[in-house]
């Protein structure tokens, strides 16, 4: 459906008048070849009914038009909203077939004039046009309504009442960033019969401003009406029927010169747009024109037209832009306005500004979602403001961007907050059962303080200030200051691993909200070093495993006394089932020699056993085997804790044949008697053995790979040998050296001057 303030014969009378101005420019107006312009009826759309007013997404996707074809919502012959998908992403388009807008935004009457703009959501919004009737509220003839589409549905239309009048107000444009309304109305104040309007939104007030005349630079004593503004903000694609086009209505272009907010508002707007330009032939006919929407990269345009062999009234039909008439590279910048430790999003104000003007708008979501298109060749700054925050600038270059391109960009917003002249530290020191330490300690705050300097400490807690506001003037250099301040923390302690610690000193003085700490805490965990630890299981039946012993590299014959009294878990369960032999086996790793490793193995089954005999299990029903690295539980030795698996001792009930079978006896021990049980255990009745002899037999020597473990008292240090795994002593002999392996390897998870303990697995 068309508009027109004049009938047929004064149409006439008015092409009679300016055919002579029509006759001098007609030479003047750009031709294209056809086979550039490439111009292609849309023959899946257009019926032989009137498909009229399209408009096409930025990304070329959606196609929305009117049309006053079957099966619309209205009466026959109304005109209702319509929308094609297009189907390929690349390429020319394919479009399905069409699908009427439905209810709630057609109606009985007519509903037509579409324009969209993509929210940062991903939903639509929709500008229309429509008559203010029953149930649709505003003046009787054509008004801009609005609606928005969540999860594939529209909202109930709403009217742009700071906009609509008594006249004919149609024809929307809405800009993509959602900054500028344009529109076509016959009401006063303009220079002709139907002229182009603009309206700017408010988004602090969040309504639309009060409309102004585009000017008389585009506006003529004629008809100018399907205003288009393409995604650049500043490319404005309208049709007119004034003097010296190509027929009745042509389409034209121009461009912004300055921002139209500029300057006041006054209808004298013709310094701030370019002169229009006509796009000429073949774009232009000798018919109607009309209603141009040009694609995001600026290649291709959409237009309705009733020129000669179409399929209906007025089809749809796409076109190449010429050269001339393409609009300037558009470059988007979208991302979040975010808290930037809660994650939460702001309902924030966003200013551009370039040296051409500048422009103002908010997120409009409340999980802070934004999107501006931006022409390249320009350098932009983004100052992001909301109440509450400290303010954000962010300079965005894009002079070297020569390709339309999507940016993206989050802004993280910090709370407003009152800075100290210093922040006060406390940092703590703990073991794993949050028991207060006092190490040594030393730290580094950089880049204020690079050489190391004592902690101070008080009641066992270290003490520091952090300067702030006491050396910058602006909170906003203090805190970015400190967010780029390190802290390293050293610490040393007696039977714990050396702790070095790095955090960031904005991490340490916010709270989980963001907040400001003007007094913050660092609790820092220091590790025991290796003790062992104890892990019991169920037994898995006749033969299964009962316990592992785990040691530490070069030991064999001490155990932390702490972890030690796991194994009367072992002895609990045996007392249980008092009858059962119970079977040591002592391993090794395979980074010694092979005879070092056996001798190793033997004196850690010889030292666990001596440890169950302690806790209640007699003697003779304990019996020990050495394998060395023979049997590893862990094939690979690359890793740390690899070794550590293979560094052990287990303890099985009744061993079955595949666990007895194989590696050497250990001999029994004859040369002390067991220490006095903790708790003597009550083991069912058995067979006493023979007593043993006095003093052992000279004559008959044990043999050369067995050994008792050692009758002296425990040394205090281990003496490693670089390759191996050290510290056996065989009965009645000092400790012996062990013997070199041909590729030494030091041991791992040595520490100088601390002593490597064994730790016990009961499972």
């Known amino acids: 459906m068309k508009f027109r303030n004049m009938g047929a014969a004064g149409s006439i009378a008015a092409l009679l008048m300016v055919m002579p101005a029509l006759i001098a420019q007609g030479a003047r107006l750009p031709v294209t070849a056809d086979n550039v312009a490439q111009i292609q009826n849309i023959g899946a759309v257009n019926t032989p009914y009137s498909e009229y007013t399209p408009y096409i997404t930025a990304d070329e996707h959606f196609l929305y038009f009117q049309s006053n074809r079957p099966g619309g919502v209205g009466e026959s012959g109304d005109f209702d909203l319509w929308f094609a998908e297009n189907e390929v992403t690349a390429g020319a388009p394919r479009f399905k077939t069409p699908a009427n807008v439905g209810l709630p935004v057609n109606s009985g009457y007519f509903d037509g004039h579409p324009t969209l703009r993509k929210l940062p959501s991903g939903d639509y919004e929709m500008y229309f046009a429509s008559f203010g009737e029953d149930g649709r509220p505003g003046p009787q003839l054509t008004n801009l309504y609005y609606t928005i589409q969540r999860d594939g549905k529209w909202s109930v239309p709403e009217p742009v009442v700071e906009i609509n009048t008594d006249f004919h107000d149609r024809m929307p444009s809405i800009s993509q960033d959602g900054h500028y309304l344009f529109f076509s109305s016959d009401r006063p104040g303009g220079f002709g019969r139907d002229d182009i309007w603009v309206s700017e939104y408010d988004f602090a007030a969040k309504r639309w401003g009060k409309p102004r005349n585009a000017g008389r630079t585009i506006n003529t004593p004629s008809s100018e009406v399907t205003p288009a503004i393409h995604s650049d903000n500043i490319t404005l694609y309208f049709s007119s029927d004034r003097a010296g086009g190509v027929g009745g209505y042509d389409v034209y272009v121009t461009q912004m010169l300055q921002d139209i907010a500029a300057n006041g508002g006054s209808n004298d707007e013709e310094s701030k747009w370019k002169r229009p330009a006509n796009l000429g032939t073949p774009y232009n006919s000798k018919f109607d024109d009309e209603y141009p929407t040009v694609v995001r990269n600026g290649n291709f345009m959409y237009f309705a037209s009733n020129r000669e062999n179409g399929q209906g009234s007025f089809d749809i039909y796409r076109a190449r832009v010429p050269d001339f008439a393409k609009p300037e590279v558009v470059v988007t910048i979208k991302g979040r306005v975010k808290e930037k430790f809660s994650d939460k999003g702001i309902e924030a104000n966003i200013r551009i500004s370039d040296l051409d003007g500048e422009r103002n708008f908010s997120t409009q979501q409340p999980d802070g979602l934004y999107s501006a298109d931006l022409i390249n060749k320009k350098q932009y700054k983004f100052t992001v403001t909301a109440p ?8 965005a270059d894009l002079r070297d961007v020569n390709t339309p391109v999507t940016i993206q960009k ?11 002249k210093q922040i006060n530290l406390t940092v703590l020191f703990v ?19 690079k050489d190391e300097t004592i902690l101070p400490f008080k009641n066992g807690a270290g003490r520091l200030s952090i300067p702030a506001m006491s050396r910058y ?17 050293s610490a040393s302690l007696k039977g714990f691993e050396n702790l070095a610690e790095s955090r960031n000193v904005g991490d340490l003085i916010r709270g989980p909200n963001g907040e400001l700490l003007g007094d913050a805490e660092l609790k820092l965990v220091m590790k025991r070093k290796d003790q062992g630890d104890v892990e019991v299981v169920p037994t898995k039946g006749p033969g299964g495993l009962e316990a592992i012993v785990y040691f530490s590299t070069n030991v064999s014959n001490r155990l932390n006394n702490e972890k030690a009294s796991g194994l009367k878990n072992v002895v609990d369960l045996w007392n249980k089932q008092p009858h059962k032999y119970v079977y040591v086996y002592g391993h090794a790793d395979s980074r010694g020699g092979p005879d070092y490793n056996m001798k190793l193995s033997r004196s850690r089954a010889a030292f666990v056993k001596k440890r169950l005999v302690q806790y209640g299990i007699p003697a003779e029903m304990i019996i020990t085997k050495a394998f060395g690295a023979t049997r590893p539980a862990s094939k690979d030795e690359s890793t740390v804790e690899g070794r550590r698996k293979n560094r052990r001792a287990e303890i099985y009930f009744d061993a079955s044949k ?16 067991p220490e006095k049980p903790v708790k003597p255990a009550k083991p069912a009745p058995v067979k006493k053995p023979a007593k043993a002899a006095k003093k052992p037999a000279k004559k008959k020597p044990l043999p ?7 009758a002296k008292p425990e040394p205090t240090d281990d003496k490693i040998v670089p390759g191996a795994e050290t510290g056996v002593i065989e009965p009645g002999k000092p400790a012996a050296p062990a013997k070199p392996v041909a590729e030494p390897v030091p041991p791992e998870n040595s520490t100088p001057g601390a002593i490597p303990n064994t730790e016990i697995r009961i499972k």
């Open 388 to 395: 509450g925050y400290q303010p954000i600038e962010y300079i």
């Open 658 to 673: 595949d666990k007895n079978d194989g590696g050497e006896d250990v001999a029994p021990d004859t040369s002390e008697k």
């Open 410 to 420: 989050d802004f993280e917003m910090v709370r407003a907050i009152a800075l100290p």
């Open 473 to 489: 003037k602006k909170p906003e250099d203090a805190l970015a200051a400190l967010e780029k301040q390190k802290l390293t923390v």
């Open 704 to 710: 050369p790979e067995e050994v008792e473990p050692s």
């Open 431 to 449: 073991d794993d059962k949050n028991r207060t330490l006092k190490p040594a300690a030393t730290y580094t705050l950089a880049p204020d303080i």
